[in-house]
Structure formats: structure tokens, C-alpha cells
């Protein structure tokens, strides 16, 4: 009950998102859901790399290289369900990024194109003669770069964490620089410095600067992400609109709706009261789905939907098997045991099916990015609502059907 009174809080249309912080952890977004490209439109940026003076063996290293960042900077920078391909032709390497909700392609080109290469350095020499000296540690030696907050003003900063050997580096410098300025320089400009004031140890360091919230988020990104290994210049932005349209996007809704009712028919025409019951739990199926998608939150494309009504049919196709086996359990035994002999004899068949279907969703999905799979985002949209949807309806299923019978039984 707790948890579909949740669900049902999330998915009102109107409610104020979540506004959490704790220490350096902060989150603050809306409960919205999140349209994919065909739904909502978004962004469509081309950039040319420049790779043609390498050998092809490189070329194919660095281009793979530039795809990986830049797809780690997308997902940074919080897009879901971004398409990220490469295309060679006539010498020509063009990266062609689409970016879903995103309607500021200039963000996006900054966010995805820059650089990011970090340095520190130190000052030489007094007044107006004195001289930057970077040092040997650079941002090769971090892994790991977010925000935070600073304890005493409150500002955002941005939380650096280097390696071992970056460590001990880090150490040293400030070390011998205790009382001077260490200054930080991203693409080369000066960002802050620092007066030294002892050395430090562990690793763990603070960028502090004149930023905002997104600008930190931005910089995180960038450091986080690493450096790209070749250059890239934008050939082609342009904002796209959705390509399904309002009203197909409606009729699809209407017609899910339309399913849904039907299959709800058939539950209660077949077994009754019993179908009455199972009713309730694929409602409470749909409310824990809609309030998953916006909690997580899942990007909703047309294949998407195709994945969430995919799963309402084996969420019916649990309670399916545990009513035909009541049936025949009935028989031999009062109502009570037949209820608890039929949930646990149909168990196996419909941990076996689901799984199956878990397996299939998760080679769809390709979480790992195996080369020899699909990785367009559409079809990995289906395989999540998919896996979801099976998920809470082995809950709604077995869990939630299951309770409502028994008091349904006692009374």
C-alpha cells in the first residue's frame, strides 16, 4: 500500500521533484518524464575529426577512442539515450552526435567538444617578472573529478581525486611550494590559485572558483571524461523536431489504453472475482511503472511504450497460470490450500519464462557496449521498459496478487 501511495505521489503531473542534499551529495531535478529523440526532438550536432595524417591502425584506435569520450560526456552531462556513430567516407571521419530534450546546441558543442586539458603550475620569480612553471602533474593523473560544496561558503567547487603516482606528485609540490600560489590553468587559462598552506597527502584535492552550479557540473564532466585524442570541429547543429508528431504519439497512448482495458475485460469475464483481483495488481502495475520511469529516469521512445505494453502481457500471463492451477487444485483441496498449493506449483514456470525474457532484454540492452551486438538507443529503450516491466510484475504478480487473494479468502 505504502509503495503504490508513493508511486501515485510521483506520477501526479504536478508535484515538486526532489530537492536532497546531504554534505557534498546534492540532488535536485524534476520528476518529469523524459522523451526520447522521435518523442520530444532534440539536438543533432556533426563533427568533423581530424585524423588523417595518422596510419590506419591508429586512426581506428583514436577514432574509437574520440566515440567512447565523447558517449562518457553525453551521459555525463545527463542525456539518456543519446546516438553517438561514427562515419567514414571519401577520407572524411565525422562523429554524429543526437542528443534527446536537448534544444541548446551550444551547451552541447561545449560540453562535448572541448579539450579539458588541466594543469597545475607554479609561480617563479617576484612582481611583474615572474614566470607560470607547470609542473608534471596533469590531469592524466586524476580518476575521479565532481562537484561538491564548499563547507564554509556553500559554493560549488569541484572535487578532484588523483592516482597514486598523481598522489604522491601532489604531495611533493605542495610540499615545496608551502605559502606560494599554485595555480590551476584548464586549456591553458587560469582558473585559481591557490595560496599552499600545507602539504597534502591522500590524493584528494578542491578546485574553487568563481562557478556556478552548471558551470562546475560542465567542468567535472570535461576532467571526469578525459581528454579527446584527436581534434574535432563542428560541420553541422541543428535542433530537430520529434519525428512521430503529437498525434502519433497520442494514438499510441490510446491505443495502449485501449489494451489495457481489454485485457482487464478478459480477466474478469474469465475468472470473476478472482479476475477482479488480478485487475488491481496490473493497475498497481502500471503506477509502480510510470513512477520508475520518472524516478530513474528512463528516456520514453515509441519502442519503449512497445516494451511496456510487451510487459503488461506477462504481467497477465502470471496471474494467468496461477488462476488455471487454482482451478485444478481446487478440486482436491478447501480454498485456502488450493490458493497457496497453485502460487507455489506455477512459481517455476513463471520464474523460468520471465528470466528467459530478463536474458533476452539484457543481450538487447548490451550494458557493456559488446562490439558485436546493436547499441542504437531505440532498441535498448525497449529492452529497459522491458526488464522493468517484468521486474514490478513479478512483484504486482506473485507478491501483490498473491496478498489481496488471501484477505479476499478470509473475508
Do not use: C
Not at 586524476?142 to 564554509?152: E, K, N, W, Y
Not at 574535432?232 to 530537430?240: A, F, G, K, N
Amino acid at each position: 500500500m505504502f509503495l503504490t501511495v508513493l508511486g501515485l505521489v510521483v506520477d501526479l503531473p504536478i508535484q515538486p521533484g526532489i530537492n536532497f542534499k546531504l554534505g557534498s551529495f546534492a540532488v535536485q531535478r524534476k520528476l518529469d518524464l523524459v522523451l526520447g529523440l522521435d518523442l520530444a526532438g532534440g539536438s543533432h550536432l556533426v563533427f568533423e575529426a581530424q585524423a588523417g595524417n595518422l596510419d590506419p591502425e591508429k586512426k581506428k584506435l583514436a577514432l574509437d577512442g574520440l566515440k567512447n569520450i565523447v558517449e562518457r560526456r553525453v551521459n555525463l552531462f545527463g542525456v539518456s539515450e543519446p546516438n553517438v556513430l561514427l562515419s567514414s567516407f571519401e577520407g572524411n571521419d565525422r562523429l554524429i552526435v543526437e542528443l534527446p530534450g536537448v534544444k541548446d546546441t551550444k551547451e552541447a558543442i561545449n560540453i562535448i567538444g572541448k579539450t579539458a586539458k588541466l594543469e597545475f603550475a607554479t609561480f617563479q620569480g617576484e612582481g611583474e617578472d615572474f614566470q607560470i612553471v607547470p609542473t608534471d602533474l596533469s590531469g592524466a593523473d586524476l580518476t575521479d573529478a565532481r562537484v561538491s560544496f564548499d563547507q564554509t561558503s556553500g559554493r560549488p567547487v569541484v572535487s578532484i581525486q588523483f592516482n597514486s603516482e598523481g598522489a604522491e606528485k601532489f604531495s611533493r609540490i605542495t610540499e615545496e611550494n608551502i605559502g606560494q600560489p599554485l595555480s590551476i590553468l584548464l586549456d591553458g587559462e587560469i582558473i585559481s590559485s591557490p595560496i599552499v598552506q600545507e602539504t597534502i597527502t591522500g590524493g584528494a584535492a578542491q578546485i574553487s572558483g568563481d562557478f556556478t552550479l552548471d558551470e562546475a557540473r560542465n567542468f567535472a564532466i570535461q576532467l571526469s571524461s578525459g581528454a579527446l585524442p584527436v581534434s574535432i570541429s563542428v560541420v553541422e547543429e541543428r535542433t530537430i523536431g520529434p519525428t512521430l508528431g503529437e498525434e502519433s504519439v497520442q494514438r499510441s497512448v490510446e491505443a495502449g489504453l485501449i489494451g489495457l482495458a481489454m485485457v482487464l475485460l478478459f480477466m474478469i469475464a474469465s475468472y470473476g472475482r478472482m479476475g477482479i483481483v488480478a485487475s488491481f495488481g496490473l493497475i498497481i502495475f502500471g503506477i509502480l511503472s510510470l513512477a520508475l520511469y520518472k524516478l530513474i529516469p528512463v528516456v520514453i521512445t515509441l519502442p519503449g511504450i512497445a516494451g511496456f505494453l510487451l510487459s503488461v502481457g506477462m504481467a497477465v500471463d502470471s496471474n494467468i497460470l496461477i488462476f488455471e492451477r487454482f482451478k485444478e487444485e481446487k478440486i482436491k483441496r478447501n480454498t485456502r490450500d488450493a490458493l497457496e498449493e497453485s502460487f507455489g506449483r506455477a512459481w517455476d514456470s513463471i520464474r523460468d519464462a520471465n528470466i528467459a525474457t530478463l536474458i533476452t532484454a539484457f543481450i538487447l540492452a548490451n550494458p557493456f557496449d559488446w562490439s558485436f551486438l546493436h547499441t542504437s538507443g531505440p532498441v535498448r529503450g525497449f529492452a529497459i521498459t522491458l526488464a522493468l516491466g517484468i521486474a514490478i510484475s513479478l512483484f504486482t504478480g506473485v507478491f501483490v496478487s498473491r496478498n489481496l487473494l488471501r484477505l479476499f479468502i478470509r473475508r
